[in-house]
């Protein structure tokens, strides 16, 4: 009779083994479940984060640089079995996606932002998993970190960190606003996790809640304000500018999104659907304004001579896709007259693009800033930034030779 039972009871575990793994296998299958977890994963930026330059998509192994602690390496989040996550259980991925524990119970480092993901719930991760499983499988073993990220003993130390700064347990709607703005809410914190690069950050590297998206250097690159200040914020952006700029990276009289942020369109919110894009200005539009920074004094750095010689380089230069209105040739995205980085006196982005270059990737193609940092001197670059920020934008330049070498290492 025992036997009997040890029969059933070992037919009964297969059977549950195999109706699990049929309805694991149908939903991973469903293609509403995988369309809709392809919008959520393309929400949320994985493959940006998830690819390295030049290489497969999910397939991991780009570097995220904390000068001087060390470089961090994306994970291939590929279905290989061996080096992605094909073997990980729908439980692990949850767990990892919305609290940041990986399914060795290693806390991961928060580059990857788990504490935004969080407002996601389970369903929507598990059709991100559905999406992500269609994708290429790549047997690639991304580097190892480098610097303390490379040991494990600071991984239990993000416990502590998640006390002041990790998710929540729950994120429940405001009933006193409107249905677009709760949506605006949860796509801003949770899958787009704006704060992350639009907000300061704390004595413990969190996000400043009372600086929320007051705006921040990330990677060297000005992340702006998007609080409702009408100077340095979004406060004088019309619904449908914002909007716009949002879903194709270029608004006139505001400019063309450029370096993190073209990469964040491209890859991210230009996929977004027209009602998404509103319920994301609905909310922006509510956050407070943040004090506008005193103005800092006007650069003596540039002569005539100097803005003489920097009229020389545009036309040489940059004339030819600008013109020399700056109101640009053939594509909008070459329009730059007014915008909000010529109107910035630390001319930081401004800079950045002139030394590294960009790519702004639309529903028509590329557009591509080429680089210009290897073969121009920092006198030049710096007369070039002067000249186009005065005449273009009407606006004192504040900065000199030396912020050009600043942001040639990314400071």
Known sequence: M??????????????????????????????????????LARLADCEACHTAPGGVPFAGGRPFAVPPMGTMYSSNITPDTQYGIGQW????FVRSVRRGIS???KHLFPAMPYQDYARMSPDDVLAIRAY????????????????????????????GWDLFNGPSSSYPDDPKQSADWNRGRWLVEGPGHCAECHSPRTLTMGVSHRHAYA??????????NLTSDPESGIGSWTDEALATYLTTGHADGHG??????????????????????????TYLRTIPAQPVKPPKKASDAFSPAALKHGEMLFAGACAGCHLENGIGRQVVSASIAG????????????????????????????????????GYSDRDLADIAAYTMITLGGTQP?????????????K
């Open 2 to 39: 025992r036997h009997s039972f040890l029969i059933l009871g070992v037919v009964g575990l297969m059977l549950a083994a195999v109706t699990t793994a049929c309805a694991a296998t149908q939903g991973q299958s469903d293609p509403d479940l995988i369309k809709r977890g392809q919008y």
């Open 89 to 92: 259980t729908d439980a692990q």
């Open 103 to 105: 399914p060795h119970w």
């Open 132 to 159: 992500i499983a269609t994708v290429q499988p790549v047997a690639r073993k991304v580097p190892s970190n480098t610097g303390i990220f490379q040991f494990n003993i600071i991984r239990p130390g993000m416990f």
């Open 215 to 224: 705006g921040a250097v990330t990677a060297g690159w000005l992340a702006y």
């Open 256 to 281: 063309t999104a450029a370096g993190p942020m073209a990469e964040a369109i491209s890859y991210s919110l230009r996929f977004m659907t027209k009602e998404d894009a509103a319920a994301m200005v």
């Open 339 to 374: 915008g909000h980085t010529l109107r910035d006196p630390d001319g930081l982005n401004l800079l950045q693009v002139l030394i590294e270059g960009s790519r702004l990737t639309t529903a028509t193609g590329n557009a591509d800033m080429p680089r210009f940092g290897a």
């Open 398 to 410: 504040a900065f000199d030779t030396d912020a050009v070498k600043a942001a040639r290492k990314g």
